[in-house]
Nanobody, 121 residues
Framework: QVQLVESGGGLVQPGGSLRLSCAAS????????MGWYRQAPGKQRELVAS???????YYADSVKGRFTISGDNAKNTVYLQMNSLKPEDTAVYYC???????????????WGQGTQVTVSS
């Protein structure tokens, strides 16, 4: 019954920006943590950024200083602002949410359908 819907992906030139949105069916305040994963062709899915209840954030080394994760409880939405995009950022980006004491990305977390981000000149 929990649904996460991603949007905002698309084609952008290197150095450009995109903002991804993850809209939840319920209040994001009910989640212990939310995050963004990505999976490029032939690569494993990796955690890009996460935000825990209370506001603590995490970023993969590859995106530090370029990406920012944030949440808007009034809109039940988590965002990923992506700046200075590089071709290696090309991937399908997935939203993930964890409840109770379960970890982000665990088999008891919830996944969105994904949104394609392509960085190319």
């Amino acid at each position: 019954q929990v649904q996460l819907v991603e949007s905002g992906g698309g084609l952008v030139q290197p150095g450009g920006s995109l903002r991804l949105s993850c809209a939840a069916s319920g209040s994001i305040f009910s989640f212990n943590a939310m995050g963004w994963y990505r999976q490029a062709p032939g690569k494993q899915r990796e955690l890009v950024a996460s935000i825990a209840k209370g506001g603590r954030t995490y970023y993969a080394d590859s995106v530090k200083g370029r990406f920012t994760i944030s949440g808007d409880n009034a809109k039940n939405t988590v965002y990923l602002q992506m700046n200075s995009l590089k071709p290696e950022d090309t991937a399908v980006y997935y939203c993930n949410a964890a409840i109770l004491n379960y970890g982000l990305g665990s088999d008891r977390s919830y996944w969105g359908q994904g949104t394609q981000v392509t960085v190319s000149s």
